[in-house]
């Protein structure tokens, strides 16, 4: 007989809105004591100690308007939040401060999540859904300069895009960003040379997230229909359909996998969170904790395997807090 799911280690309570979005940092300074950040609806970034399950600081910065992604830059003083007043704010929170020391106006009026890459110490590249609805916009940070803008070809119709991973093959190679659309298809951009590489259509609806392991070149969408797709990418850099996953219930609002490569995780519109192991796609468990849809799930990179955790944020309020190792 399979053992029965486990319930949540605990419960964060307190963001009295809707939770979009969650990032875990766990630093190297202090391993025991990881951050958790976490953005809700009414336009509040939450820091939780895990130690205390309370939150430390409440950051105000988006005119009380939904926060959709929340990330940290090398460390977890510097955080990058976005939301639905168009705006990227970029924090320094060390030594408690909390002020906005910068930001990005996207003119975006969708609810695309940017995405970070590191290329050099203290450098990061920045994809991010633009004001004309079909571009995405590649900026370097701090710098703000413009690396460039990419455009499907005329007559695509790809629609807006939904979400963006971007990567790089290994150290060195050029970064490539890997975007999500409206019309469900995923497709690989060339960032230096400003065009698309391939195109698959995954899903018949929007995608709506997407992930990617670049060990294995080897990725996985989800979107408001039934289905998980998987795809990979060959050596000429084509992406192809490896295999599809059917679900019990339609919809994904979020897909992660874990930084070891061994498992991911699904947010459903079912209110529940499913694990797979991501060599087989094998259902794992299904946690059955929130009343509502769960809008994000998050992986702690902790150095410790049996340390690691898994957050689930809700439109029922709630931030769960499991532990899958045990």
Known sequence: MALPPPDPQFVLRGTSAAVHTLHFSCGSQEPAVPVLFSGSENGFIHVWNLKTHRVDTALDGHGRKSVYCVETMGGKDQLLSQGRDQRICLWDLAEGRTAVTDSVCTENVGFCRCSLLKVAQGRWLMAVAAKALEEVQVLELPSKTSVC??????????GMPMCLK???????????LLAGYEDGSVVLWNLSMGKALSQLVCHQEPVMSLDFDSEKTKGISGSSEKVLSIWSLNEQQNLQVYKTHKLVNAGISDITIRPDKKILATAGW????????????????VLDYHTATVHAVSFSDHKI??????????????????????
């Open 305 to 326: 395997p049996s340390e690691r955790l898994l957050a689930a944020g809700s439109k029922d309020h709630r931030i769960s807090i499991w532990s899958i190792y045990t």
């Open 270 to 285: 079912d209110h529940r969170i499913r694990i797979f192991g991501w060599k087989n796609l094998k259902p794992l468990a």
């Open 149 to 158: 803008t990419l455009k499907p070809e005329v007559g695509a119709k790809l």
């Open 166 to 176: 971007l990567w790089q093959p290994n150290c060195g190679s050029q970064p490539l």
